[in-house]
């Protein structure tokens, strides 16, 4: 067989399951029609500028055929990695981070890694070590930046750390995964303004972070370009009962009401239709409502809520991708993830009375 013929459908490939022997390299190399080193290479993710990138493919298809996994326990006496990862994030309760780690783990399954969640729900609070050194446990951490405090104890391990959704300028990580949050805000703002909306209501996050100060200073920054825009800006606890006693004050207080609520988050979103609905009004006859994330609560709402979609799975994948660059020697991407507006039925022209 050819090297880097695909072993997909040659008949050739059996698998190896239930009592008998366990696939070796040589397996692998003889299913793909290549050489042990060539496997060595491609599962050891040694590959690049050496192998092909059809034939590193038809390795790890041949892999999976034949069911072949690696003795993770001598790979990592031999290359001195426990071949672990650590995922630092608020809680997996946030749908969110959920998909984070379905994409981190994803990517980490297919080079022997595995990924540890660490959910960290009191973000002031430093993280306790989970281990008796994380040093001896772990390759590398990845870690949102909503829990970038809670890091200290364990930045001391001095282990690479990739951060998630964290300002680049901190210049305090190997390498850095980021969302093009500002242009998510903008594409909100234009649409809404596009809708004839002038009177904006900013329900935005209590929580510090970047990622929500960016999201602030993306719409402000686009209602400024704008004459004859108001803004105005209540703070809130990231949870729908918060949400909506914010909005309530700010919608039942004097002055011109908004005619679109403009949210740091689906939930955000949620409390803030909440609020006018308790005043008698309707989403989005009387006031349009946005949200962001595009949880799987924003088309569970009715009306169904205009939002931005964050890839969150691939964020996790670029994440765990950008940890093995590093542990390599090599540069990871740095481009930020691009976003998108998801325009549904809670936002319309503003009501005419």
């Known amino acids: 067989m050819a090297q880097g013929h695909s072993p997909t459908g040659t008949g050739g490939a059996r698998r190896f399951d239930g009592d008998g022997p366990r696939p070796t390299s040589r397996d692998v190399a003889r299913v793909a029609g290549v050489s042990q080193a060539t496997v060595s290479l491609v599962l050891g993710d040694k590959w690049r500028g050496r192998v092909s990138e059809k034939t590193a493919r038809t390795v790890r298809v041949a892999a999976r055929e034949i069911g072949y996994r690696p003795n993770l326990a001598a790979r ?16 997996l309760t946030n749908e969110f ?35 008796a050194s994380a040093s001896a446990a772990l390759d590398g951490i990845i870690a949102s930046s909503m829990a970038t405090r809670s890091l200290s104890r364990l930045r001391g391990a001095a282990l690479p750390l990739v951060m998630i959704d964290s300002d680049p300028a901190d210049r305090g990580a190997a390498a850095y995964v980021n969302l093009d ?29 970047w990622t929500f100060d960016v999201r602030a200073r993306s719409l402000g920054g686009a209602l400024d370009a704008v004459p004859g825009t ?31 609520i403009v949210c740091d988050g689906d939930a955000l979103a949620a409390g803030a239709c909440k609020a006018v ?44 991708s950008a940890l093995l660059a590093v542990l390599d020697g090599r540069a990871p991407a740095t481009d930020d993830l691009p976003v998108r507006l998801v325009a549904r039925s809670s936002t319309a022209p503003p009501h005419r009375s």
Do not use: C, W
């Open 76 to 91: 990592s006496l031999r290359l001195g990695r426990t071949r672990t990862a650590l995922l630092v994030v608020p809680a």
């Open 97 to 131: 981070f959920a998909h984070v780690y379905t994409g981190a783990a994803s990517v980490a399954a297919d080079h022997g890694f595995g990924v540890v969640v660490y959910p960290s729900p009191d973000v002031a609070a430093p993280a306790k070590d989970p281990f």
């Open 181 to 209: 949050i500002a242009d998510g805000m903008r594409q909100i703002a234009d649409h809404l303004l596009r809708l004839g909306h002038r009177r904006f209501l900013h329900v935005a996050s209590a929580v510090e972070s």
């Open 230 to 260: 108001t803004l105005r800006t209540v703070r809130s606890l990231l949870d729908v009962h918060s949400a909506r006693e914010a909005a309530l004050a700010a919608l039942a207080g004097p002055g011109p009401a908004p005619t679109a």
């Open 277 to 320: 609905r308790r005043l008698g009004l309707r989403v989005p006859e009387h006031v349009s409502v946005t949200g962001f994330d595009d949880l799987a609560l924003a088309s569970a709402l009715e009306p169904e809520l205009t939002t931005v979609n964050l890839p969150a799975e691939r964020v996790g994948e670029r994440a765990m």
